[in-house]
């Protein structure tokens, strides 16, 4: 029985024993060639690291004054926050507002004046607009005076000119009159010295008497051109009386025109001077030209005089997108370019809890700039990040200018097997060289 028993126990012992090294044989081969194909197969990110930090994508806004002048007030500090319009610097504004004070009296004279000249020329009531005699009724009450003084003085002068032509069209009727009278006597006359000359001639009538008679006739008809005489002088003289009417009126029209005209003109010009003039007072109060934070303020003691173009205050925006600048190393220069991705990680906050940012390059600087202290070379590298925020259990986090940040620029992706065959080919290259 134990005979029978032995063989079979070793003919099992020589099977497991044949069997066990050529499994474990395939087995780690399998899991090599597993582990192959998994580092063929399997992707990673290639990604280029810098460090940079938060910047807005408008430029730093310097505020400064074109005419300069002197500091009346500073309403904000360093590093407060400020919205655009807010109010910076108070200047002072005593000169330029009695400047301006004088031009808006000289304007609503002059309006007041074009109301004048207009309501002369078209014959008519002084209209003005109701704020001009609202805020300005001695000016209006000093026109509308001027105005009835004006118009009296010109009818007077027209009821003297319309007198004169009227008493002249007596003359020529009278004159008329009177060489009428003497032309029907000189008619007689001269049929009375036909008469007295053929009674003459018969004898039947002295010689004195026809002499006599003659002299009439010749009387009469230098009466007779006489009278003509003043009815055409009383004539010429009616016609100048109506002309000298014609006359006074035109150039009254045309003097008012003129008057209006140059009034006109000089409205224009106070209205541009008082728009300057508006503009130079309104810019006395210094506001900030966008919303952001005051960096710098050079300008900060009331009493402080300064010269026109000087910068008074700078302004770091917040509002609107955000840039990071980061520092790229010379080396790595070459592996991006303009649309890669890029990821954000802001040092502030624990990007575990609070997440990252996605971006990617908007610009990469044209040449390397040198650190004077290190002597390091970089790039300058722009990312645009998808939005200007964090954000954790519904709270938001804006980020600020400023904060530094890390910076994963992505170049592409490969496999795993590809960096074990690039250090293979690395050793190859370098084998069996003399350095």
């Not at 010109?154 to 020529?172: D, F, G, K, P, W």
């Not at 205050?313 to 010379?330: D, N, Q």
Request: with cysteine; net charge negative; aromatic share 2%.
């Amino acid at each position: 029985m134990a005979s029978q028993l032995l063989p079979r126990c070793a003919t099992l012992a020589d099977t497991r024993t044949g069997f066990g090294p050529r499994g474990l044989i395939l087995l780690l081969a399998s899991l090599v060639v597993l582990a192959l194909v998994w580092a063929g197969w399997a992707q990673v990110e290639q990604v280029v690291r810098a460090t940079g930090k938060v910047e807005p994508a408008d430029q730093v806004q310097v505020v400064n004054h074109r005419s300069g002048g002197r500091v009346a007030g500073v309403a904000v500090r360093e590093g407060a926050f400020v919205s655009q319009g807010d109010v910076l610097l108070h200047l002072d504004d005593e000169l330029d507002r009695s400047a301006l004070t004088e031009l808006q009296g000289r304007l609503d004279a002059e309006r007041a004046r074009v109301a004048r000249l207009e309501a002369e020329l078209l014959e008519r009531g002084l209209q003005v607009p109701a704020t001009l005699a609202q805020l300005r009724p001695e000016l209006v009450a000093e026109e509308a005076a001027l105005l009835a003084a004006r118009t009296t003085a010109h009818e007077r002068q027209l009821a003297q000119l319309v007198s004169t032509e009227h008493r002249r069209a007596i003359e020529v009727e009278e004159q008329a009159h009177a060489v009428q009278r003497l032309e029907r006597t000189l008619a007689i006359l001269k049929q009375e010295a036909a008469a007295t000359a053929e009674l003459t001639a018969r004898g039947l009538s002295p010689r004195l008497r026809q002499l006599g008679v003659d002299r009439q006739v010749a009387d009469a008809e230098g009466e007779l051109e006489v009278a003509k005489s003043s009815r055409d002088a009383a004539a010429a003289a009616q016609i100048e009386a109506q002309d000298a009417q014609a006359r006074l009126v035109a150039d009254r029209e045309r003097d008012l025109r003129l008057e209006l005209a140059a009034s006109r003109a000089e409205v224009f010009n106070l209205e541009q001077a008082l728009h300057r003039q508006g503009q130079v007072v309104h810019e006395l109060v210094v506001r900030a030209p966008v919303t952001g934070i005051v960096k710098d303020l050079v300008v900060n003691t009331p009493g402080q005089s300064f010269a026109p173009h000087t910068p008074l205050v700078t302004i770091v925006p917040t509002e609107g997108p955000l840039l990071v600048e980061a520092r790229v190393a010379h080396s790595d220069i070459g592996k991006l370019h303009v649309g890669q991705e890029a990821v954000v990680k802001v040092m502030a906050f624990d990007y575990l809890r609070y997440g990252r940012l996605e971006g990617r390059i908007i610009h990469i600087a044209a040449d390397a700039t040198t650190d004077e202290r290190t002597g390091e070379v970089t790039y300058r590298v722009r990312v645009e990040t998808d939005r200007p925020e964090l954000e954790r259990d519904g709270v938001t986090y804006p980020l600020v200018p400023g904060m530094l940040v890390d910076v994963e620029l992505i170049t592409g992706e490969r496999s795993i097997l590809s960096f074990l065959t690039d250090r293979i080919l690395m050793l190859r290259d370098d084998a069996f060289r003399e350095g």
